[in-house]
């Protein structure tokens, strides 16, 4: 049982790490950009970055066959693999924005997986 706690929060620890090297390259990419037309205030930013993630959500539909009353074609999933990045890109600003830590978003992502879990549970 020990070793299994043990080899459990090594995963979590090298996850931790991924996320704070996506964190890390977000802030390089964000230092390098022209802000002059970002929303100066962190809720207007908020509502900008939650604009481009919809805007986003909807380029990766597109990669789908969602229209039934058209011919489907192949699903691209590298196509489709990109736009959920930039999706990424958008959240993990937010995050920024917002003052989340990796930490602070494992953390928080284990509290609302728990309430989710309970909500099956009880027929939500």
């Not at 990796?102 to 027929?123: A, C, F, L, M, S």
Request: charged share 30%; aromatic share 8%.
């Amino acid at each position: 049982m020990l070793k299994k706690h043990l080899l459990s929060q090594e995963t979590s620890k090298k996850n931790e790490d991924r996320l704070e090297a996506i964190f890390k390259l977000q802030k390089g990419l964000s230092e390098m950009m022209n802000l002059d037309r970002y929303p100066k205030d962190s809720e207007g930013r908020v509502s900008a970055l939650c604009t481009a993630i919809m805007h986003e959500a909807v380029e990766l539909q597109r990669t789908t066959n969602w229209k039934w009353w058209k011919t489907p074609v192949p699903f691209n999933q590298a196509d489709a693999r990109e736009e959920l990045i930039d999706i990424w890109h958008f959240v993990v600003q937010a995050s920024l924005e917002l003052n989340l830590t990796p930490n602070d978003i494992v953390e928080e992502y284990k509290r609302k997986n728990e309430i989710n879990r309970e909500r099956q549970r009880t027929g939500y």
